[in-house]
């Protein structure tokens, strides 16, 4: 019995609920102890989907649940974040939810808790006047920038594998992130990314909306939730409520993020001012998940962040029948859902 099926024995035996019960009804667990220390491991530099940390840390959500979080740590990859949370380097991580779960297939002891984009922004990207992409054959003969490993190469792999692409349809170039130099500089006439961070960004550079062919991996086949917050099993196990209290916490920010973008984009550059010349990036960013994949009709139903069994289910068919995951797993142990229906998350 791993430690999340404990703590989920546990909340169906009464003792986790008592902790539910008393959050709920208004107590204050940080009020009676001194706050709890935590640091957070992005997957990447800062995004605006990274806006709930930096604002639930300014506005005092985290301080009112009884938490500290020391340190929100830029990343290089996805991948790396699963470790680092998994090993304890940090107690709390965001990345992208596929890696997650071919994570724990590789016995990487990660648990999602909240999924943030309810299905994956991955997409192809291509500049328009050079190479009109309208469908997955269109890449065929083209240089396309891609390092081995991480997110967008399990997307590449799912992709082509949905569509009947082979590695020999493409010309491959290796290349370590970020992609966009490359594409913009015409090293490469295709990238993987993400259409709520790579396409602002950009975009920014090659002449504002339009500029950009896009095939969206969710219009081909990619059916996968995107980036969420994530733990480890570890931290569920030994301090549930603490897991609760951080949850709750995010999820306000994440409603203050929704409410009012660009005051999460102005909190975001206080505390990385080296990003003020990114203010409209970081803006489009956080509208682009809001338009196409913040919510779902689980958020409508469950709150913002929710997930279920099918969803995750599905995900991890798609990595396993389009060969990015070598076996299967338990999709009921990818995630820990009880935290955000605790939470009372907003619903929309």
């Not at 938490?67 to 304890?88: E, F, K, L, Q």
């Not at 290349?175 to 490359?182: D, G, K, L, T």
């Not at 990619?222 to 897991?243: C, F, H, M, Q, R």
């Amino acid at each position: 019995m791993t430690m999340l099926d404990r703590w989920k024995r546990d909340v169906r035996s009464g003792r986790a609920a008592l902790f539910v019960a008393a959050l709920l009804s208004g107590a204050s667990l940080g009020a009676a102890n001194a706050a709890d220390a935590v640091s957070v491991q992005l997957d990447w530099v800062v995004r605006g989907n990274h806006a709930m940390f930096f604002v639930g840390k300014e506005k005092g959500y985290f301080a009112q649940n009884g938490i500290d979080v020391t340190a929100i740590r830029r990343g290089t990859g996805s991948s790396t974040t699963m470790r680092m949370v998994g090993n304890g380097n940090a107690e709390f991580g965001f990345g992208d939810l596929p890696t997650l779960a071919i994570a724990r297939s590789q016995d990487v002891p990660v648990v999602a808790l909240a999924a943030v984009n309810q299905k994956s922004p991955m997409a192809m990207i291509s500049i328009a006047a050079k190479h009109k992409l309208t469908k997955p054959q269109d890449l065929k003969g083209l240089t396309l920038a891609v390092q081995p490993s991480g997110s967008t190469a399990i997307f590449t792999r799912a992709f082509f594998a949905a569509n009947g692409l082979t590695d020999e349809d493409v010309k491959r170039a290796t290349v370590s992130p970020p992609y966009e130099n490359f594409l913009l500089l015409g090293r490469v006439d295709v990238v993987p990314g993400y259409v709520d961070a790579e396409v602002p960004e950009l975009e920014a550079h090659a002449g504002g909306p339009g500029s950009l062919s896009i095939l969206y991996g969710s219009d081909w086949g990619y059916n996968a939730y995107g980036s969420g917050l994530l733990t480890s099993e570890k931290l569920i196990a030994d301090k549930p409520d603490l897991v609760q209290r951080f949850v709750t916490a995010y999820l306000q920010a994440f409603k203050s993020v929704v409410e009012n973008p660009a005051e999460a984009v102005d909190i975001v550059i206080r505390a990385n001012p080296e990003y003020e010349p990114k203010r409209d990036v970081l803006l489009k960013q956080i509208e682009a998940d809001m338009k196409a994949s913040f919510f779902s009709d689980d958020t409508k139903a469950n709150g913002i962040g929710a997930m279920n069994k099918a969803t995750w289910e599905a995900t991890t068919k798609t990595l396993l029948d389009q060969g990015a995951m070598k076996q299967p797993i338990d999709a009921s142990a990818t995630f820990a859902g009880q935290f955000v229906k605790a939470a009372n998350a907003l619903r929309r």
